[in-house]
């Protein structure tokens, strides 16, 4: 059975810092890793998606990586901003139309 | 970017009656849909998966006959709780599989179900 790990649960950080969000998943045999980001109340926006054959991807200020053998991503915010607070998810999945198999989230609150 | 809305956004109900949500793909054809709940500062847990025209499928521990799925059309899939009590109280959002981009789910915004 697929698990996937965030730690911390919770991260504050002053604004204008670099950093990392941890992912890992005990089942390497996956289809694709997703990042999401969830603010308070509401649904879920895709920030990033790598296949299982790619190292990374980026997208404005973030990057996300992915090592499939050792079962771990991270997902680098750079230069943080106080609108980048929110809680961030990890999932992966088994296949192209299977279901997402989600870590509990990082909750991220960037000091101004 | 597709977008996938839900309604109703939040609910509060007796004890015992059912709701119903809905969950819509608003500019693609959606040929699988997820439904997912997340309970307060725990990770999504998917419910069930339905494809349009064929009988959801359940993940272990959900109760069919109590959380009742109707994907009837490739735009609309329904989870309906039935005879709800206060531990069916949390956020149930759904997701949909564009039968073109068959990688990305694309997530509603939630409903929040509070039973008292």
């Known amino acids: 059975k697929q698990e996937v790990t965030q730690i911390p649960a919770a991260l504050s950080v002053p604004e204008g810092e670099n950093l990392v969000l941890n992912c890992s998943f005990t089942?390497?045999?996956?289809?694709?890793l997703q990042w999401f980001r969830q603010d308070p109340g509401k649904g879920l926006t895709s920030l990033l998606l790598?296949?299982?054959?790619?190292r990374e991807q980026t997208s404005g200020r973030l990057n996300a990586s992915l090592d499939k053998s050792s079962g771990r991503s991270t997902l680098y915010i750079a230069a943080s901003q106080p609108g980048d607070s929110a809680t961030y998810l990890c999932?992966?999945?088994?296949?192209?139309?299977?279901?997402?198999?989600f870590g509990k989230g990082i909750t991220l609150s960037v000091r101004p | 970017g597709a977008v996938v809305s839900q309604h109703p956004s939040w609910v509060i109900c007796k004890s015992g009656t059912s709701v119903k949500i809905e969950c819509r793909s608003l500019?693609?054809?959606?040929?699988?849909m997820f439904w997912y709940r997340q309970f307060p500062k725990q990770s999504l847990m998917l419910m069930a998966t339905?494809?349009?025209?064929?009988?959801?499928?359940?993940e272990q521990g959900v109760e069919k006959d109590k959380f009742l799925i109707n994907h009837a059309s490739l735009t609309l899939s329904t989870l309906t709780v039935t005879s709800a009590h206060p531990e069916d109280s949390s956020f149930y959002i759904c997701?949909?599989?564009?039968?073109?981009?068959?990688?990305?789910?694309?997530f509603g915004p939630g409903t929040r179900l509070l039973v008292l």
């Open positions: 997701s949909a599989i564009s039968g073109s981009r068959q990688e990305t789910q694309y």
């Open positions: 089942d390497s045999a996956i289809y694709n």
């Open positions: 790598i296949q299982s054959s790619q």
């Open positions: 999932a992966v999945s088994t296949g192209a139309n299977s279901k997402l198999t």
């Open positions: 500019d693609f054809q959606a040929t699988t």
């Open positions: 339905s494809n349009e025209g064929s009988k959801a499928t359940y």
